[in-house]
């Protein structure tokens, strides 16, 4: 039986990870004042990037539209769509609109919410992808990919804190005074898909030492588990986190990717996020 997997663009695909999980983006669209830019594989990331730097006012994002969900789902007998926190962002409650349209068109269709972003997008998609290839019911896939979002971690370090601080991701007293003092946040979900704040580091070696410490304190199995690394124009972080992984855990795979428009407007140059 044919899967479809539709995840906005969010879950940063690289066309050869899109391909071997067999996922459709649902792009959203980034705006900054009067310019919008779809969050596809067209878009000239590093002008936008570019253009991001130098705009003043505050960088926003809408959601895939419910009928490009809907066309999504449509493209296989069976769909789940993957989408980032529906508590930060709109495009959960467009999934649901979209699942909706589709079965109203005789579609079968389940919408999870990762409860994360990026790097954990891409977690989800991998674990559910993996199921379908091992022959799991539409009700045990769901099941298991439910209780896999329960016990994901997803935890990231950025260096620009302005663009969650501009969008009331963070509090911007918070904010500016972590900015103030020249430390680098560890932040990462609370559980429930809103971003909590559970330690401070100083530098990029200590960043990077607290951020694979992380998987340890955290008492997450690794054993034949995968972690994602997902990094906006900072891959030699990105590369010796993997290293610390490999040393230290035994991860069937680490994988690392380069944030798509969505991730890289909130991770900001250099952020860097960890799934596992």
């Avoid at 990331?45 to 809408?62: H, I, W």
């Avoid at 962002?89 to 990762?114: P, R």
Wanted: glycine residues 8%.
């Amino acid at each position: 039986m044919e899967y479809a997997i539709v995840a906005d663009s969010s879950c940063d695909m690289t066309p050869e990870l899109r391909e071997r999980l067999g996922v459709v983006t649902a792009p959203l669209t980034l705006t900054l004042g009067e310019q919008h830019f779809i969050d596809d594989d067209a878009l000239d990331l590093p002008e936008y990037m570019k253009q991001m730097r130098s705009f003043s006012g505050v960088p926003t994002s809408a959601a895939p539209s419910p009928e490009r969900y809907r066309d999504g789902f449509l493209t296989a007998e069976k769909a789940f769509g993957i989408t980032l926190s529906g508590n930060l962002s709109g495009s959960y409650a467009s999934a649901v609109v979209g699942k909706n349209l589709a079965e109203e068109q005789g579609g079968d269709v389940h919408v999870f919410d990762s409860k994360s972003a990026s790097a954990g997008e891409i977690l989800v998609a991998i674990k559910t992808r993996a199921l379908i290839a091992l022959g799991k019911t539409k009700e045990e896939i769901i099941t298991s990919v439910e209780a896999f979002i329960k016990r994901m971690k997803t935890f990231f370090v950025l260096e620009d804190l302005e663009n969650l601080i501009k969008n009331g991701r963070m509090s911007k007293i918070k904010g500016r005074i972590i900015s103030a003092l020249n430390i680098r946040p560890l932040l990462g979900s609370d559980g429930d898909g809103n971003i909590a704040l559970y330690s401070i580091a100083r530098g990029e070696k200590q960043s990077i030492e607290k951020m694979a410490r992380t998987v340890a304190e955290s008492e997450v199995e690794t054993d034949g588990q995968t972690a994602v690394i997902t990094h906006c124009n900072n891959e030699p972080f990105a590369m010796r986190l993997k290293q610390l992984l490999e040393e230290r855990y035994s991860f069937a795979e680490v994988l690392v990717v380069p944030t798509r428009g969505l991730s890289s407007m909130y991770a900001n140059e250099k952020g860097v996020i960890l799934a596992f």
